[in-house]
């Protein structure tokens, strides 16, 4: 069938449906020409090719009548190949649509999909003339039917959230009550007996390792590994196909729909920093043959090669209005039409990097905070990269929170025994106001974590004392080399019952810290069954039972132990305060609103250089207006010995009497006993007492 191509319009990027034909609109500012290619329902058959016609600006447009949705198409761009210029157009290379919603077919790791023949000696200087059609995906006609504008619920408050992160494939393949047909599924993500799971740990929200469309790195194919994490993004608008169940399509939005209904939120991992196409050796896929100088930072004076402020090979140029503009699009689409609830931004110092470097006030950030349609959603930086000046930990603007690694760091540290750790702790527990008391942020800027997916599990960190990647095929030399982490005598599994009770012990203290401090508590999908990646902790690459959670062989007991933690951060609002505190006179009572102390009762001594245990005690933030205060006072005891130790308690309120409300000993013989003279507490362990009245109700 002949089609006949019209102006159309660029007012929409992407290829809209209007019920009679298709209008077309593509980006690109240094194209001569750009054409529209149709393929035969199978993907197979390219069967007509159509120059756009006009070209708005830099948006190419054009309209098609009749197409319908379910087409499938893909672009050639046509311009000056010359690298050394930072231009790389290959019009043999058949391109994605930066704004399709839907991809068909896969990519292949063949030499076609280069735009230069890698067997030449000039190598990516030189220019490749075979077609990549048949190697790489097609993008889709949508039918804006099933993107309608979805209701987004109002979402749990920063200071009530504990965020889950998971990943789609490996929280579920393995799980026995989720349907086999729905494992490893957005479908079956959403089941009863996942959503079940996290009601009965607490969550509030699950962030979602990258779920855009993504691609294999050719390095992992060779090995017969592939990109299991997911970051790896080809395609910002488009679910990642691989994780699709009996729904298709619509088990995304289905997801979230039951998530919501449970009273979780989703939040989305999202990569915006760098795409699947790699350094100046990777494929032609759609960004770089589309406008390789406009969509990437090229290095100055040598636009051959890309600025790599990533690790991945290339930075995504978000200081182009037109770049920018796709990937806010990208955002209000996911909020909009997929009923997400925020985002985490992987290395979001790129993001936030200008010419001149990282500017907390940029173009990025700027539009984010503006942006009407995402004013509700929880915004997340991973903040660090490894560009210049890559480390900015608490220097994102108010409305973001942030990854805190140091707060990671600290808590291995300090239960692992380290010298001056004790000091560090005790910042940490207070949401580290050091680095984010500024600007009008609130203590829930901070994401607290002990393990993510990006390094040791939280059992591997009691089980090894250094990494263990072979199986990443990369000769033990990627991952992180300092992990802070303690075998407790022997490095891996072992039958000793004093290794293993000591290890589960101090599992329980690293997860009863994280839930005792200020700011927002982030869990590994896995840590409360126990998980361990037998010390691989870098698995980017491993889709196998390694990551996968082994719910056959769950730690109940460690299940239930979450369970009671985030129960008691829950009853008790002075765990989990919005405002820093900061030792201030409260004008209701006169106490401050935090106060430490040893022992012996005495002001803790932080200059002591012998300082391994302490004690705190919580109130309400002295910047609160008393008749909103709330009255939840709280005495937290860190014992780091492996002794017992008896320790004075503050006095009282009239009336009023300290009782044990936790304790992460493990097993009832070592649970703290509260007597006139204080509490004993056994070691090592954290417990927390409250206050009750006489009578003994709470």
């Given at each position: 069938?002949?089609?006949?191509?019209?102006?159309?319009?660029p007012?929409?990027?992407?290829?809209q449906f209007d019920g009679?034909?298709?209008?077309f609109?593509?980006f690109s500012?240094?194209?001569s020409?750009?054409?529209l290619?149709?393929?035969?329902?199978?993907?197979?058959?390219e069967?007509?090719?159509?120059?756009?016609?006009?070209?708005?600006?830099d948006?190419?447009?054009?309209?098609?009548?009749?197409l319908?949705?379910?087409?499938?198409?893909g672009y050639?761009a046509?311009?000056?190949?010359?690298p050394?210029?930072g231009?790389?157009?290959n019009?043999?290379?058949?391109l994605?649509?930066?704004?399709?919603?839907?991809?068909r077919?896969?990519?292949?790791?063949?030499?076609a999909?280069?735009?230069?023949?890698?067997?030449?000696?000039?190598?990516?200087?030189s220019?490749?003339s075979?077609?990549?059609?048949p190697?790489?995906?097609?993008?889709?006609i949508s039918?804006?039917?099933?993107?309608?504008?979805?209701a987004?619920?109002?979402?749990?408050?920063?200071?009530?959230?504990?965020?889950?992160?998971a990943h789609?494939?490996?929280?579920?393949?393995?799980?026995?009550?989720?349907?086999?047909?729905?494992?490893?599924?957005?479908?079956?993500?959403?089941?009863?007996?996942?959503?079940d799971?996290?009601?009965?740990?607490g969550?509030?929200?699950i962030?979602?390792?990258?779920?855009h469309?993504?691609?294999?790195?050719?390095?992992?194919?060779?090995?017969?590994?592939?990109?299991?994490?997911?970051?790896?993004?080809i395609?910002?608008?488009?679910?990642?196909?691989?994780?699709?169940?009996?729904?298709?399509?619509a088990?995304?939005?289905?997801?979230?729909?039951?998530?919501h209904a449970?009273?979780?939120e989703?939040l989305?991992?999202v990569?915006?920093n760098?795409?699947?196409?790699g350094?100046?050796?990777g494929?032609?896929?759609?960004?770089?043959?589309?406008?390789?100088a406009s969509?990437?930072?090229?290095l100055?004076?040598?636009?051959?090669?890309?600025?790599?402020?990533?690790?991945?090979?290339?930075?995504?140029?978000?200081?182009?209005?037109h770049?920018?503009?796709?990937?806010?699009?990208?955002?209000?689409?996911?909020?909009?039409?997929?009923?997400?609830?925020?985002?985490?931004?992987?290395?979001?110092?790129t993001?936030?990097?200008?010419?001149?470097?990282?500017?907390a006030?940029?173009?990025f950030?700027?539009?984010?905070?503006?942006?009407?349609?995402?004013?509700?959603?929880?915004?997340?930086?991973?903040p660090w990269?490894?560009?210049?000046?890559?480390?900015?930990?608490?220097q994102?603007?108010?409305?973001?929170?942030?990854?805190?690694?140091a707060?990671?760091?600290?808590?291995r540290r300090f239960?692992?025994?380290?010298?001056?750790?004790?000091?560090?702790?005790g910042a940490?527990?207070?949401?580290s106001?050091?680095e984010?008391?500024?600007g009008?942020?609130?203590?829930w800027?901070?994401?607290?974590?002990i393990?993510?997916h990006?390094?040791?599990t939280?059992?591997?960190?009691?089980?090894y004392?250094?990494?263990?990647?072979?199986?990443?095929?990369?000769?033990?030399?990627?991952?992180h080399?300092?992990?802070?982490?303690d075998n407790?005598g022997?490095e891996?599994?072992?039958?000793?019952?004093?290794?293993?009770?000591?290890r589960?012990?101090?599992q329980?203290n690293m997860l009863?810290?994280?839930?005792v401090s200020?700011?927002?508590?982030?869990?590994?999908?896995?840590d409360?069954?126990?998980?361990?990646?037998?010390?691989?902790?870098?698995a980017?690459?491993q889709?196998?039972?390694?990551?996968?959670?082994?719910w056959?062989?769950?730690?109940?007991e460690?299940?239930?132990?979450?369970?009671?933690?985030?129960?008691l951060?829950k009853?008790?609002?002075?765990?989990?305060q919005?405002?820093?505190?900061?030792?201030?006179?409260r004008?209701k009572?006169?106490?401050?609103?935090?106060?430490?102390?040893d022992?012996?009762?005495?002001?803790?001594n932080?200059?002591?250089p012998?300082?391994s245990?302490?004690?705190v005690?919580l109130?309400?933030?002295?910047?609160?207006a008393?008749?909103?205060q709330?009255?939840d006072?709280v005495?937290?005891v860190?014992?780091?010995?492996?002794?017992a130790?008896?320790?004075?308690?503050?006095?009282?309120?009239?009336?009023?009497?300290?009782?044990?409300?936790?304790d992460?000993?493990?097993?009832?013989?070592g649970?703290?006993?509260?007597?006139?003279?204080?509490?004993?507490?056994?070691g090592p362990?954290v417990v927390?007492?409250?206050?009750?009245?006489?009578?003994?109700?709470?």
């Open positions: 069938m002949a089609h006949a191509i019209t102006s159309g319009s007012a929409r990027l992407g290829a009679e034909g298709v209008n609109a593509i500012a240094h194209a020409k750009i054409e290619c149709l393929f035969s329902p199978d993907g197979h058959r069967t007509t090719r159509l120059a756009l016609p006009e070209r708005t600006g948006i190419w447009h054009g309209y098609v009548t009749g319908q949705p379910g087409t499938l198409y050639r046509h311009g000056v190949y010359a050394e210029r231009h790389r157009f019009p043999n290379k058949l994605l649509d930066p704004y399709t919603r839907e991809l077919g896969a990519w292949r790791n063949d030499p999909t280069l735009g230069y023949d890698r067997s030449s000696s000039a190598e990516d200087l220019f490749d075979r077609d990549s059609a190697f790489v995906p097609r993008s889709v039918d804006p039917v099933i993107f309608a504008a979805c987004r619920p109002s979402g749990t408050p920063w200071d009530e959230t504990l965020i889950y992160e789609v494939k490996g929280l579920t393949q393995r799980h026995p009550d989720v349907a086999e047909g729905l494992r490893g599924t957005y479908d079956g993500l959403a089941s009863d007996a996942v959503i799971h996290l009601h009965r740990i969550v509030t929200a962030e979602l390792m990258p779920v469309a993504l691609i294999n790195d050719g390095f992992l194919l060779e090995k017969g590994l592939t990109n299991y994490w997911g970051y790896n993004t395609g910002f608008f488009a679910p990642e196909p691989r994780y699709f169940g009996p729904a298709g399509f088990g995304f939005r289905q997801m979230v729909e039951r998530f449970a009273g979780i989703v989305l991992d990569v915006y760098h795409t699947a196409e350094d100046h050796r494929p032609t896929l759609s960004f770089r043959g589309l406008d390789n969509y990437y930072r090229l100055s004076g040598q636009p051959r090669y890309y600025v790599n402020d990533t690790g991945t090979g290339n930075t995504v140029n978000v200081s182009h209005p770049v920018l503009r796709m990937v806010m699009d990208s955002l209000r689409f996911w909020v909009e039409c997929m009923g997400v609830d925020g985002f985490r931004f992987d290395l979001a110092t993001l936030a990097r200008e010419d001149h470097g990282f500017d006030h940029g173009g950030l700027d539009a984010l905070r503006q942006d009407p349609v995402l004013a509700g959603t929880k915004l997340i930086a991973e990269d490894i560009g210049p000046g890559g480390y900015r930990l608490g994102f603007p108010p409305k973001f929170a942030e990854w805190n690694d707060y990671r760091d600290t808590v239960w692992r025994g380290d010298v001056h750790s004790a000091q560090e702790l940490r527990l207070l949401g106001a050091g984010f008391d500024r009008g942020r609130r203590a800027s901070s994401v607290n974590f393990a993510a990006d390094g040791f939280l059992a591997d960190i009691t089980r004392s250094r990494r263990h990647n072979e199986a990443n095929g990369e000769s033990n030399q990627d991952g080399h300092a992990n802070y982490s407790c022997v891996g599994p072992t039958t000793d019952p004093e290794i293993a009770t000591r589960v012990q101090r329980r009863a810290t994280l839930f200020q700011g927002t508590p982030m869990l590994l999908s896995g409360e069954l126990g998980q361990s990646q037998k010390g691989n902790n870098n980017y690459c889709d196998n039972e390694l990551t996968w959670l082994d056959p062989e769950a730690d109940v460690m299940t239930a132990f979450v369970a009671e933690l985030t129960a951060r009853r008790h609002p002075a765990l989990r919005s405002r820093f505190l900061h030792a201030a006179l004008p009572d006169g106490l401050p609103d935090v106060e430490w102390s022992f012996d009762g005495h002001p803790l932080w200059r002591d012998g300082l245990s302490f004690c005690t109130r309400g933030s002295a910047e609160i008393t008749h909103l709330s009255d006072v005495f937290v860190f014992n780091r010995s492996d002794a130790a008896q320790v004075r308690c503050p006095p009282a309120p009239a009336g009023r009497a300290w009782v044990c409300a936790f992460s000993t493990l097993g009832e013989d649970q703290a006993v509260v007597s006139a003279d204080g509490v004993t507490v056994s362990s927390l007492l409250t206050l009750t009245d006489a009578a003994g109700s709470a």
